[in-house]
């Protein structure tokens, strides 16, 4: 296991332990602050999941409307992702 990776799942260990970061780092034998490194890596990594795919709950949404700003009203199947995306970017 990478250092990388021991962190990762110390700083899990750490959320669920309830104790603060100095706490726990007395614990592992580590500096706060080399901790609190960590802990900020992995905030960034948990923000770079990028997009989180959605999708209605079967029959549930027949059609999606898209209503640009001059006031033009357009329906679409709902499941069909690349009519929708090329229909938001089109404004």
């Known amino acids: ?17 309830g104790l603060s970061q100095k706490e726990f780092c007395k614990g592992l034998g580590m500096k706060a602050g080399t901790f609190g490194y960590w802990v900020s890596r992995s905030k960034e990594s948990e923000k770079k999941k990028g997009f989180i795919p959605l999708a209605p709950p079967a029959g549930s949404v027949d059609a999606i409307e898209v209503s640009y700003p001059n ?4 329906k679409v199947p709902a499941l069909d992702l690349k009519a929708i995306s090329q229909l938001i970017h089109l404004y």
Do not use: A, L, N, P
């Open 71 to 74: 006031g033009v009203r357009i």
């Open 1 to 17: 296991m990478d250092q990388r990776e021991r962190m990762k799942t110390e700083v899990e260990r750490w959320r669920q332990s």
